[in-house]
């Protein structure tokens, strides 16, 4: 059973969602980004000095926010003793402040700025104006007394500038549509001098990722064209290219938000790396020797987001009883600490679901990457008498079942959470959000279907054409596993997940009868209006994930909502502008207008993932509730 009193409550998810992330550090200073629910999601920067103490640079309203390609990402940049440059979320223009009141850059326009870099005294960024319904970007410079000069255009997108030790060449990434940074870019290099451009690595069907310069005529880079993407040094005429630590394994995350770095060079001359399938580990690699070694520290996962000062580095870290971690460490004595946590106080963590990694079978005989996260009885007990083939544990610490032992097992309610992108992935990192649920007697089965980062660039690309079919078969796959395990009771096992995932949810619920019920929250419902209303950055996503207009009928939810006869709730941002709420809206009412029971929710003033405290609050309460009349015997 579930604990009498579960310890964690819909407030303390809620309060936990700091999202620490893009971090820097500067001799013994550091700074990074932190959220602040209870303040409507506003995200400031905090500056934790060399005695310790921490302040925040930006009071309410002030709310640093970059809104390029509308995901945004890094917001800030560090100027060296003079403060910080940040981007504002309710006018997009750059300011500059050292802990008083901001002041204006840029001047009021239809230009928004991000993946900020301070480098020969000026700011490097990308630049995307927005005007008359059209949208168009440059890598530009700013000067701290607000001039702007646009360095690079010509393409639909640029990320990553980085500026050369000498001064002299901008390397940087661009791509065109119909290609999205993980299916084909280009490493480019313009010499400042006098404008001449040209390409280094990469191409229509090699996504190329974080160049950073080994000295004035060699650069780092990310390459994916061996399948993984993996750590290579080349010239910048795109000569004697050279792969560092060629593995099965990738050394970065899709370039889904700017400005982070999955690694750096230290002041010795390694670099800290990032690698690993799902989670990627934290390790010092030697590129004159090859050589890669782990670092022992506390922390099963690291975000792409690493900043360094000599042979410091500080980043993001998790763990799946550790809470998200601002972290620093010294890589020459190997001294680990933990700077501010994205959760201050975490319950006993007895009652923190450890995760399992499992393979499952899926259609065809395809595998399929999932993690398992037990009910809190469950936790505490043997697994079922006898486990098929048709999964594999990693975990080979788990303890072997007995067959001749009687089973003390129960098979409880489930929910198979689907993850976002659909060009994303799942990982370990301890969500109070996961153990709200378990501790209630509620399992999770997160499933990184085909299609997903982390497992290299075949495994995400059999959703190229497939959107709709790989993932919902996947998902349905994973359910029918935790049934025939003996895992999951297979009358209550539900279905959940947002955006792209919330598509999956809805089309995986047409699909099958595996599931007794579905909540998505801002999930994709229809492609035509996603196409028209849709973002530039995604605007030609779905030419890629499903084809033609003509297949968009046998794939959409709406289209076949006539199929589904589970329950499902339905929630909604109104201010969303990835996924508009006409998504969700319509879904909604073909289910009633069925007479299927439909729950929609909607949410004033949240985007496409909810920040307020309040709303935050709310959905989860919403979302239990409609779990615990779902799981009930009678139903």
């Known amino acids: 059973m579930s604990p009498e ?56 309203p002030w709310d640093a926010r970059s809104r390029v390609h509308e995901y945004g990402g890094r917001s800030y940049v560090v100027v060296p003793g003079v403060g910080v440059v940040f981007v504002n979320h309710s006018d997009q223009r750059l300011y500059l402040t050292d802990g008083g009141t901001p002041r204006a850059l840029t001047a009021a326009s239809e230009h928004r700025y991000g993946d900020l870099l301070f480098a020969a005294g000026v700011i490097w960024c990308v630049r995307e104006r927005h005007l008359d319904g059209k949208v168009d970007r440059a890598l530009a410079s700013v000067t701290l007394a607000g001039e702007v000069t646009e360095v690079v255009t010509g393409s639909d997108f640029y990320a990553s500038p ?22 084909g870019t280009e490493l480019r290099i313009t010499r400042l001098e006098d404008g001449s451009s040209w390409t280094v690595k990469g191409g229509m ?65 390694r670099l800290a790396v990032l690698h690993g399938q799902g989670d990627l580990r934290l390790g010092i690699l030697d590129p004159e020797t090859g050589s890669l070694a782990d670092l022992d520290v506390p922390y099963s996962g690291w975000r792409p987001a690493l900043s360094a000062d000599g042979t410091t580095l500080v980043g993001i870290a998790y763990g799946a009883d550790v809470p998200r971690s601002v972290v620093r460490v010294d890589t020459v004595t190997g001294r680990v600490e933990g700077l501010r946590r994205d959760i ?55 303890p072997a079942a007995d067959p001749s032992a009687e089973p003390s097992f129960v098979a409880a309610p489930y929910v198979v959470f689907v993850h976002g992108g659909p060009t994303g992935h799942a990982t370990t990192e301890l969500s109070l959000e996961k153990a709200f649920f378990t501790t209630r007697g509620i399992g999770v089965l997160e499933v990184n279907y085909g299609g997903s980062t982390g497992y290299g660039r075949a495994y995400r690309e059999r959703l190229r054409g497939q959107w709709g079919v790989v993932d919902v078969e996947d998902t349905v796959a994973a359910a029918q596993w935790l049934a025939a395990e003996g895992l999951a009771d297979p009358a209550r096992i539900a279905v959940r997940g947002a955006s792209a995932g919330g598509w999956t949810v809805m089309a995986a619920c047409a699909a099958s009868t595996v599931f007794c019920g579905g909540v998505s929250i801002a999930g994709v419902s229809a492609l035509a209006p996603l196409v028209a209303a849709t973002h530039d950055f995604e605007s030609r996503y779905v030419e890629w994930l499903v084809g033609p207009e003509s297949l968009y009928s046998s794939r959409e939810p709406l289209s076949r909502a006539g199929e589904v006869s589970c329950p499902m709730l339905l929630m909604q941002g109104l201010a969303d502008p990835v996924v508009p709420p006409a998504q969700a809206e319509a879904f909604a009412t073909a289910l009633t207008d069925r007479g299927v029971p439909c729950t929609y929710l909607s949410f004033e003033g949240e985007s496409h993932g ?21 799981f009930r015997p009678e139903n």
């Open 5 to 60: 009193r579960p310890p964690i409550s819909t407030a303390d998810v809620a309060r936990s969602g700091l999202r620490l992330g893009f971090p820097t550090v500067l001799g013994e200073e550091v700074w990074w980004e932190e959220d602040r629910p209870a303040e409507a999601g506003r995200r400031t920067i905090v500056h934790r000095a060399a005695d310790g103490t921490r302040r925040e640079l930006i009071a309410a």
């Open 162 to 183: 980085a500026l050369s030790p000498d001064g002299e060449h901008l390397a940087y990434i661009c791509w065109n549509h119909p290609r999205l940074p993980w299916t």
């Open 205 to 269: 069907s090699e996504s190329v990722l974080a160049p950073q310069w080994r000295d004035n005529r060699n650069l780092y880079l990310i390459s994916d064209w061996s399948g993984w993407w993996n750590l290579y040094q080349i010239g910048i005429f795109g000569t004697s290219s050279q792969a560092l630590y060629p593995a099965e394994e990738e050394f970065a995350w899709p370039l889904w938000e700017l400005g982070g770095l999955p690694y750096l060079v230290l002041g010795d001359g």
């Open 344 to 398: 201050p106080e975490l319950p006993d963590i007895a009652y923190l679901p450890i995760p399992r990694s499992v393979e499952i079978e899926g259609s065809f005989g395809r595998r399929v990457h999932a993690y398992l996260y037990p009910p809190f009885h469950q936790q505490h007990k043997p697994p079922p008498p006898a486990l098929s083939p048709s999964a594999n544990s990693l975990d080979s610490g788990s």
């Open 610 to 630: 909810f920040r307020r405290l309040e709303s935050k609050t709310a959905a989860l309460a919403a979302e239990l509730a409609f779990y615990e009349q779902l």
